[in-house]
Every structure is written in C-alpha cells, then in structure tokens.
C-alpha cells in the first residue's frame, strides 16, 4: 500500500491540491463525503482550467438536500463558478436506474474514454463511491455507472462502478482519523473491501493523516 502520511487533515489537503495541480490532469473525478471538502476550498482558489470534472458517486437526493454530494462540490470546490464540463448525477428524474444511464450518455457525448486522476474516500467498513461491501453493483463489470440500494443506510446511490475506478491513470484515497485506521489496516493486510477491489494492483496513493494510521 502506497501510504503518505501527513500531519493532520489540513497538511493533507494543501497537499492534494498541490498534486492535483502538478498532475496536469485533464479527466478528473471527485468524491463527495466530508473529508475532501478542505481540499476544495483550496483548489477553488487556483481551479485547474480545461479539466473535465466527473462526479464519482451520489445520495440519490435532491441538490437541495444537504446530503447531496454535487452540491456540497458546487458550494466548495466549484464556489467562483460552475465549470462547463462538470459531469454528475441528475437526480431530479426520480429514478436511479435512468440516471445512471443518462451519465452513461453524457460520458460518452463528452468523450471521455478513461479518468486521468480520480478521488476516493474510504468508509469505515471499507466501501468507496457507493460501492458498498455485499451490495450487487460490485458484481457490475459492463457499466459506467450504476444504481445501487445501499440497505445499510436505506437508501438508493449512483455510482462509479469498479471497471471505470481501476481504469483511471492514479487513484488519491483521502482518510483522516482514527476511526478509519481498522479499515486501513484491515486493506494493508489484504482485506478484500470494496476500496480495496478499486485500488489493489494499481497505482493508487492513499493519503492519510497521523489519527489514521493503523497500527504496525
Ligand atoms: C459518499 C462517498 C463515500 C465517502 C466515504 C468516506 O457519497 O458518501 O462518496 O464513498 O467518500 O463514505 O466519507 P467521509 O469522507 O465522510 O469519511
């Protein structure tokens, strides 16, 4: 595991934005959750240009709601202005299985074959995007997104499915504090999480701070 440790959260993200920016990435995908939410305040300062931004997955509610992943990336990351190749999830069809084919659609229209950079989150029970451990859409092997029921959480997501995250160039898992430092530890020692499934046997930099550090 390709493990860089920071000091704390607010290290990690200066220095994510700083790889992103160096990357010269052109296909990027972004990760909703709360940890990379620093980072986009940051990289909205200097927001790369001529990039291809794609949502990596979605709560399936309205933009509106707190929960929603493209918002929270429009009020932080995107905060000077929408760019005009941002791809996510419309979710105001009311019908996930539609959504993730209309992405389909909009993937393709814009061309993209492959991402260059894309960012994940880790949960504490080693899911990534909306691909969560027991769940069928990790079986998905012929999409570029797909709906899911995640019964954990009661609820429908979209998502990224495993194909398109190990196509991508580079893999950055962001997780910070101790309560992800089990699952980090279980995926070092060859747990076969769905984070793991993403970023095993490729080049994948797992960004960490101290608190997430699994013990030796
Ligand atoms: C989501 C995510 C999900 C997230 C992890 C980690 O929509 O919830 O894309 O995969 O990245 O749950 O979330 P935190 O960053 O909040 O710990």
């Known amino acids: 595991m390709n493990l860089r440790v920071f000091d704390d959260a607010e290290d990690l993200a200066h220095a994510a934005a700083r790889t992103i920016l160096q990357s010269g990435a052109k296909t ?3 990760t909703g959750g709360s940890t990379p939410k620093r980072l986009y305040e940051i990289l909205s300062q200097s927001l790369p240009q001529n990039v291809t931004w794609v949502l990596v997955d979605e709560r399936y509610v309205p933009m509106s709601d707190p929960q929603s992943n493209a ?3 429009e009020r932080t990351l995107f905060a000077r202005g929408v760019p005009k190749r941002w791809l996510c999830f419309n979710t105001a069809l009311s019908d996930p299985a539609a959504t993730a084919r209309l992405f389909e659609e909009d993937w393709r229209s814009l061309g993209i074959e492959a991402l260059d950079l894309v960012l994940l989150g880790c949960g504490d029970d080693g899911h990534t995007a909306s691909l969560f451990p027991g769940t069928p859409v990790l079986g998905v092997e012929d999409r570029i997104s797909s709906e899911v029921f995640v019964p954990r959480l009661e609820q429908w997501r979209v998502t990224l499915t495993l194909p398109v995250l190990r196509a991508a160039k580079l893999r950055m898992v962001l ?16 747990a076969q999480h769905p984070v793991a499934l993403a970023t095993g046997g490729l080049e994948s930099w797992w ?5 997430a550090v699994p013990p030796e």
């Open 71 to 73: 918002a929270m990336i």
């Open 175 to 190: 997780a910070t504090g101790a309560a992800k430092a089990n699952v980090i530890h279980e995926v070092r020692e060859g």
């Open 207 to 211: 960004l960490v701070d101290r608190a």
């Open 28 to 30: 990027i995908g972004v």
